[in-house]
């Protein structure tokens, strides 16, 4: 079974600008989770989707929004790009189910954004 | 790798020791908890688990053990070969949320 994977994997914007990434999770995998890894914050979750919905969402600020579509693919989009937007964006898909119960997720290889 | 800087925690070990890594945990809430290795230029690598109704749980060349007293995970690697050299992420997960809070990592170094 083939593992998530995220496009671009590189990605060289300027300030104020905006970029949109994307991941597709593991076959059959319900919930797409963002995370943002930085060397000075480490690794901060953005949010979570499922079946097209958003059900959990992180401490960071209006511009940076996602989506999921009907076949579970997610994209994530970041507006206004600042300097401090610098980093590893990483996207995560797990088997979980609609019930709560929490369930191993499986990270893609990441989306280095670097903002001039 | 793209995991944390300067403040990285670092372990080395000989070929062949054990190695064991530390987290602790924040959220008494928390009902699962994961590692993950970070090897340079990829994304976290699920290596164990364990949920909260588990004091200890074994893999292969890995055992985690959850001390829910303390708030204190460990994660003991056997027989360290070159390749277990990354950073290695605990990560705790609130209950009923699908969403990880990790640690600060822990940077291994393998000595030959």
């Known amino acids: 079974k083939a593992g998530v994977t995220q496009t671009p994997r590189y990605l060289i914007k300027t300030r104020g600008q905006q970029v949109t990434l994307s991941c597709s999770p593991i076959s059959g995998h319900r919930s797409v989770s963002w995370y943002q890894q930085t060397p000075g914050q480490g690794l901060q979750f953005l949010f979570e989707?499922?079946?097209?919905?958003?059900?959990n969402k992180g401490n960071f600020p209006g511009r940076f929004s996602g989506r999921q579509f009907s076949n579970s693919r997610s994209e994530m989009n970041v507006s206004t790009l600042e300097l401090g937007d610098s980093a590893l964006y990483l996207c995560?898909?797990?088997?979980?189910?609609?019930?709560?119960?929490?369930?191993?997720?499986?990270f893609g290889p990441g989306t280095r954004l670097t903002v001039l | 790798g793209e995991s944390v800087g300067l403040h990285l925690p670092t372990l080395s070990v000989q070929e062949g020791d054990n190695s064991i890594i530390n987290c602790a945990y924040s959220n008494s809430a928390s009902d699962y908890f994961i590692w993950y290795k970070q090897e340079s230029g990829k994304g976290p690598q699920f290596i164990i688990d364990?949920?909260?109704?588990?004091d200890k749980r074994q893999g292969q060349r890995v055992t985690v053990l959850l001390n829910k007293t303390v708030k204190h995970l460990s994660l003991q690697i056997a027989a360290t070969q070159p390749g277990d050299s990354a950073v290695y992420f605990c990560?705790?997960?609130?209950?009923?949320?699908?969403?990880?809070?990790f640690g600060q990592g822990t940077r291994l170094t393998i000595n030959p």
């Open positions: 364990i949920r909260s109704n588990m």
């Open positions: 990560a705790e997960n609130l209950q009923g949320a699908q969403k990880l809070v």
């Open positions: 995560a898909s797990s088997s979980l189910g609609a019930g709560g119960s929490t369930d191993t997720q499986y």
């Open positions: 989707y499922f079946s097209e919905t958003q059900r």
